[in-house]
Nanobody, 114 residues
């Protein structure tokens, strides 16, 4: 059974940085795509960033230039480096990995507030 576990969320001031991690219970190279969604109450779930098996990346317009997604298959871990954080980045961040189905982590809360 594949499990994904996020970590690295927390409270940060506007303009600050956080790095989220998503550790898989299996070798991450098996996933066709991995990525991050975020969910804020009252809003639709938003795809933040994705990375393919060949390391191609894509980002939501709202985070381009501020967030960087990466994966280290040797460590079975995917990362989301978040810089210049804004209040509107506040959400639960969920990682996923797609294979023949989509696997989800449990989510980690990111709160950007002064």
């Amino acid at each position: 059974q594949v499990e994904l576990v996020e970590s690295g969320g927390g409270l940060v001031q506007p303009g600050g940085s956080l790095r989220l991690s998503c550790e898989a219970s299996t070798n991450t190279s098996i996933f066709n795509t991995m990525g991050w969604y975020r969910q804020d109450p009252g809003k639709e779930r938003e795809l933040v960033a994705g990375i393919t098996r060949t390391y191609r990346t894509n980002y939501a317009d709202s985070v381009k230039g501020r967030f960087t997604i990466s994966r280290d298959d040797a460590k079975n871990t995917m990362y989301l480096e978040m810089n210049s954080l804004k209040a509107e980045d506040t959400a639960v961040y969920l990682c996923f990995g797609s294979l023949y189905r989509v696997y989800w982590g449990q989510g980690t809360q990111v709160t950007v507030s002064s």
